[in-house]
């Protein structure tokens, strides 16, 4: 499967503050991790390889198909030291290290087609999002349709439909041609509709008039441009421009510190939002989010329609910091939605704030995933810059489920690349993620409760003995806890519910697979350790910690709640 490059040892030694490499000093960290690349003579390094090569085939899975004559390359991050300590055979029972941080990946003009969506799954693509801001019903649902067709054929891989609203987002209008504007000129924004000119451009937004002050900043594309605000009339908003540039056609307007006036979910929302009930999509990921009050409005609207949709609420909005707590509370997760965000509020509070709303849905159990600029020039250049790959670094250790690629996948030039250069920085930084030690503190907010108690000691247990987890759900619960517990193995989540197992995929840690529940527990756990050594996730003989709890146990008569250690 596509998020397999290298085993366990990495985690173990590299960051066990007990093993034999105490501290990642850059010597150490590159003698012990890198093989060089160009040795003729016999290094430890090219050992290794010789020794790899007369062993069994180890468990290394292509990331993507043009990955598979590279395996040398796999190999960059093994633990030479251990290899050589180690008696033949015994590394490679340990446990296979799966990336834990999952990707959502914009579909667009660049990746919209049945090889693209194809190739995006097998790179490492967890959660598909289509932006409704741009594009039609017609070629969204051909998107829907594609991934839905990816996830049927495909035996151990599942992508998640993420639905995102457009809001109500202020843009400029269409002008006939792009207007050039320099610092110190007078432009005009006005609500009258279809006026493109010079220097002066229609506002969609009818309160643009009301919501804005002398004085206030208007930030174009999130601050590409911006413009100060010096005078108002009854239709029309006469600013000079501060930082100027290249105006096009329906551009995005903020106010700095302001939220515009307008409802989170317009009636083109509600359209949308139809359009995602009427196929099942996994998430909505809804703009502008102010309040708790919009969230419980479109969950009261699902149930009603009987959609069992999740609720992700974008954190972009000046007006949304005070009520953190409250909208969060009411979602199922957030996204640091950081464009509009460092539009709307100063672009210093951005990464203060992401760390914020990372460790409030962490400390409900609630999906948080980064999101905006990820790889931005790797829209038009094949790599990234290093401020870029510390970025995903630094949402990776903060500890968000999922991190976001946009226009890169969405009309970029390089989307495959991205989402390699995604998935290498974060399985890299999550190796240097202590584990083995006991789960955050959450177990103590939850002690009474028979679930979080089986959750905490899984996890515990797991961790000791470093093992995978395999639970078995039929809501979701159990594995969403377990992930919020972050155990330092994978959760191998079994559900008889495909709806459930698309829905786990943005969890971080969290690898859901769908097989059919016997009335026989004893039956059903052998079928999915089975299934585990026949897809190469499990090996013969390696230990796993096998959880069955939760809300609505599974087989009440025989096993209402166990943690059980077997081998596969
Ligand atoms: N379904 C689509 N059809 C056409 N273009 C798309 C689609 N989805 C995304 N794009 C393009 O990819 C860009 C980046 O996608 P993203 O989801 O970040 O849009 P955005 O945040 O609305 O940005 P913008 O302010 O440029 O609209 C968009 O600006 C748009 O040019
Ligand atoms: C993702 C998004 O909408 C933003 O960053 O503003």
């Given amino acids: 499967m596509a998020q397999v490059v290298a085993t366990r040892s990495i985690q173990t030694s590299l960051l066990c503050p007990n093993s034999r490499s105490p501290q990642l000093n850059p010597s150490t960290l590159a003698s012990r991790v890198f093989f060089p690349r160009e040795n003729n003579t016999t290094t430890s390094?090219?050992?290794?390889?010789?020794?790899?090569?007369?062993?069994?085939?180890?468990?290394?899975?292509?990331?993507?198909?043009?990955?598979?004559?590279k395996r040398v390359e796999q190999f960059e991050h093994v633990d030479v030291q251990e290899l050589l300590d180690n008696p033949v055979g015994s590394m490679w029972s340990k446990p296979i290290v799966r990336r834990k941080t999952k990707i959502v990946c914009t579909i667009g003009p660049s990746t919209n087609t049945r090889e693209m969506i194809w190739k995006l799954a097998e790179a490492g693509m967890n959660v598909a999002r289509m932006n409704m801001s741009h594009g039609d019903h017609a070629s969204h649902q051909r998107v829907i349709d594609l991934v839905k067709e990816y996830n049927a054929q495909s035996k151990d891989n599942v992508i998640a439909i993420m639905l995102d609203t457009k809001g109500p987002e202020v843009r400029s209008g269409d002008l006939p041609q792009?207007?050039?504007?320099?610092s110190g000129q007078e432009f005009t924004f006005t609500i009258r509709r279809g006026v493109g000119s010079a220097d002066c451009v229609s506002v969609n937004?009818?309160?643009?008039?009301?919501?804005?002050?002398?004085?206030?900043?208007?930030?174009?594309?999130?601050?590409?441009?911006?413009?100060?605000?010096?005078?108002?009339?009854?239709?029309?908003?006469?600013?000079?421009v501060v930082d100027g540039g290249e105006l096009k056609s329906r551009r995005h307007l903020n106010v700095r510190g302001k939220s515009a006036t307008l409802p989170s979910i317009t009636e083109k929302d509600?359209?949308?939002?139809?359009?995602?009930?009427?196929?099942?999509?996994?998430?909505?990921?809804?703009?502008?989010?102010?309040?708790?009050?919009?969230?419980?409005?479109?969950?009261?609207?699902?149930?009603?329609?009987g959609a069992d949709i999740h609720v992700i609420v974008k954190?972009?909005?000046?007006?949304?910091?005070?009520?953190?707590?409250?909208i969060i509370t009411a979602s199922d997760g957030a996204m640091v939605a950081r464009g509009d965000l460092g539009a709307e509020l100063p672009i210093e509070e951005v990464p203060l704030l992401q760390e914020e709303i990372i460790r409030i849905c962490r400390s409900m159990g609630k999906?948080?995933?980064?999101?905006?600029?990820?790889?931005?020039?790797?829209?038009?250049?094949p790599t990234p810059t290093r401020a870029e790959v510390s970025d995903i670094a630094i949402a990776v250790r903060e500890g968000a489920d999922a991190v976001m690629l946009s226009g890169e996948t969405a009309h970029g030039k390089f989307p495959l690349k991205a989402v390699k250069v995604m998935h290498t920085v974060a399985l890299r930084t999550e190796a240097t993620i202590s584990g083995g030690e006991m789960p955050a503190n959450l177990g103590q907010a939850f002690k009474n409760h028979m679930s979080e108690m089986f959750a905490y000691h899984a996890t515990m247990m797991s961790n000791t003995l470093g093992t995978s987890i395999v639970v078995f759900t039929r809501t979701g619960f159990m594995a969403t806890l377990l992930s919020h517990y972050r155990p330092s193995g994978t959760i191998f989540a079994f559900t008889n519910e495909?709806?459930?197992?698309?829905?786990?995929?943005?969890?971080?840690?969290?690898?859901?697979?769908?097989?059919?529940?016997?009335?026989?527990?004893?039956?059903?756990f052998s079928n999915a350790l089975a299934l585990l050594r026949k897809q190469g996730m499990v090996k013969e003989g390696e230990e796993v910690a096998l959880l069955q709890s939760g809300r609505q146990p599974i087989w009440r008569f025989q096993s209402t709640h166990n943690i059980q250690v077997r081998k596969a």
């Avoid at 792009?178 to 320099?182: A, S």
């Avoid at 995602?276 to 969230?295: E, I, L, P």
């Fill in 315 to 326: 954190i972009e909005s000046a007006d949304s910091i005070p009520n953190l707590h409250s």
């Fill in 270 to 305: 509600w359209d949308d939002i139809k359009f995602g009930v009427d196929n099942k999509v996994d998430f909505y990921a809804v703009s502008f989010v102010k309040d708790a009050q919009v969230v419980h409005e479109l969950k009261n609207y699902l149930q009603s329609c």
């Fill in 205 to 240: 937004y009818d309160d643009f008039v009301n919501d804005v002050e002398e004085n206030d900043m208007l930030l174009v594309d999130g601050g590409m441009m911006s413009l100060m605000v010096k005078s108002k009339t009854e239709d029309s908003v006469k600013c000079v």
């Fill in 367 to 381: 999906a948080v995933i980064v999101a905006t600029n990820m790889l931005e020039s790797m829209i038009v250049h």
């Fill in 45 to 69: 390094a090219s050992r290794i390889v010789a020794m790899r090569s007369a062993r069994a085939e180890p468990e290394l899975i292509p990331v993507s198909p043009e990955d598979v004559p």
């Fill in 178 to 182: 792009p207007i050039m504007l320099t």
């Fill in 498 to 524: 495909k709806t459930i197992q698309q829905r786990l995929a943005v969890y971080q840690g969290v690898c859901p697979i769908y097989m059919q529940f016997s009335e026989d527990a004893e039956e059903t």
